[in-house]
């Protein structure tokens, strides 16, 4: 297998930081010194492990990156920014045929799959990307498609705490929304009752306190009518590095696909864990 590029951008967030280390430690991939950034970074550049990476804000990624496509070989991206920025970069990377993976929650998600196809681009775009937790999400998907209405009745509660610099509701929560709405229970995404407070993410949640900074803690409970049956679902996730692995999948899904010449298509970490893109 030859070496895949990778421009990872978002850094120097701490999830893309994390993301950054798995791709430079694995031997696979090559990570570009380039990654965009947010407007509010003054920093005109970040080291991650022994690797300097020059840091692109907004205003500048024009013309910076005309310059580093000219001069790099063909390159995956993986992007973990902020759900303000989802649209604006999916759009850039169409707008020049780069190849990306999508793990930034949020924006548009409609434009967002819209703007690959309408463009001929290729793109991996998932709201979550540690696996074990996507196939959770797939065996719920299968129980909503083969047995619906069966928790008709059934009251639901969505609980998610992440850390508090997480700007938006969970991405892989309102998935599941989809999925208990086909099995018959009226709820909407706003329901979904969001914890970003540390002091009680510590004593009512019981998150660790190493962690804090750092968690995705979901529970999914349904009670019956009567109160006298309960299921409960809960995958709590502590720290960053469950996401790299499956970021690295994704971009060796992707780069599967670019080499089979498949163009104007977006696809899921479903269809990623399906090909058995395994480490």
Same mark, same amino acid.
């Given at each position: 297998?030859?070496?895949?590029?990778?421009?990872?951008?978002?850094?120097?967030?701490?999830?893309?930081?994390?993301?950054?280390?798995?791709?430079?430690?694995?031997?696979?991939?090559?990570?570009?010194?380039?990654?965009?950034?947010?407007?509010?970074?003054?920093?005109?550049?970040?080291?991650?492990? =022994?690797?300097?990476?020059? $840091?692109?804000?907004?205003?500048?990624?024009?013309?910076?990156?005309?310059?580093?496509?000219?001069?790099?070989?063909?390159?995956?991206?993986?992007?973990?920014?902020?759900?303000?920025?989802?649209?604006?970069?999916?759009?850039?990377?169409?707008?020049?045929?780069?190849?990306?993976?999508?793990?930034?929650?949020?924006?548009?998600?409609?434009?967002?799959?819209?703007?690959?196809?309408?463009?001929?681009?290729?793109?991996?775009?998932?709201?979550?990307?540690?696996?074990?937790?996507?196939?959770?999400?797939?065996?719920?998907?299968?129980?909503?498609?083969?047995?619906?209405?069966?928790?008709?009745?059934?009251?639901?509660?969505?609980?998610?705490?992440?850390?508090?610099?997480?700007?938006?509701?969970?991405?892989?929560?309102?998935?599941?929304?989809?999925?208990?709405?086909?099995?018959?229970?009226?709820?909407?995404?706003?329901?979904?009752?969001?914890?970003?407070?540390?002091?009680?993410? $510590?004593?009512?949640?019981?998150?660790?306190?190493?962690?804090?900074?750092?968690?995705?803690?979901?529970?999914?409970? $349904?009670?019956?009518?009567?109160?006298?049956?309960?299921?409960?679902?809960?995958?709590?996730?502590?720290?960053?590095?469950?996401?790299?692995?499956?970021?690295?999948?994704?971009?060796?899904?992707?780069?599967?696909?670019?080499?089979?010449?498949?163009?104007?298509?977006?696809? =899921?970490?479903?269809?990623?864990?399906?090909?058995?893109?395994?480490?």
């Amino acid at each position: 297998m030859s070496t895949i590029h990778v421009m990872i951008n978002g850094l120097p967030g701490n999830v893309t930081t994390v993301i950054a280390r798995h791709f430079i430690a694995d031997g696979r991939f090559k990570v570009l010194p380039y990654a965009f950034t947010g407007p509010d970074i003054d920093a005109k550049e970040v080291v991650v492990d =022994s690797l300097t990476i020059e $840091l692109i804000r907004p205003e500048a990624r024009e013309v910076r990156m005309a310059a580093i496509i000219a001069a790099q070989p063909p390159f995956i991206t993986v992007d973990f920014t902020h759900p303000t920025a989802v649209n604006a970069n999916a759009e850039f990377y169409c707008r020049h045929k780069l190849p990306f993976v999508m793990g930034t929650t949020g924006g548009d998600r409609e434009r967002l799959l819209a703007s690959v196809v309408a463009s001929d681009n290729v793109a991996v775009i998932a709201p979550n990307m540690a696996k074990q937790i996507v196939g959770f999400q797939a065996m719920m998907t299968y129980a909503a498609e083969n047995f619906p209405n069966l928790f008709k009745g059934y009251r639901l509660t969505i609980r998610e705490s992440h850390q508090a610099g997480k700007a938006d509701t969970s991405g892989t929560a309102k998935a599941m929304v989809t999925c208990f709405n086909r099995m018959g229970i009226p709820f909407g995404p706003d329901q979904i009752e969001k914890e970003r407070d540390p002091e009680r993410q $510590l004593n009512l949640w019981g998150v660790p306190p190493s962690h804090l900074s750092g968690h995705a803690w979901h529970t999914y409970a $349904l009670v019956s009518p009567d109160s006298t049956v309960r299921f409960e679902f809960t995958h709590n996730v502590n720290g960053r590095d469950v996401y790299g692995d499956g970021t690295k999948d994704a971009v060796c899904f992707l780069a599967d696909k670019i080499a089979q010449g498949i163009r104007g298509k977006a696809f =899921s970490m479903i269809d990623v864990l399906k090909a058995g893109a395994a480490l």
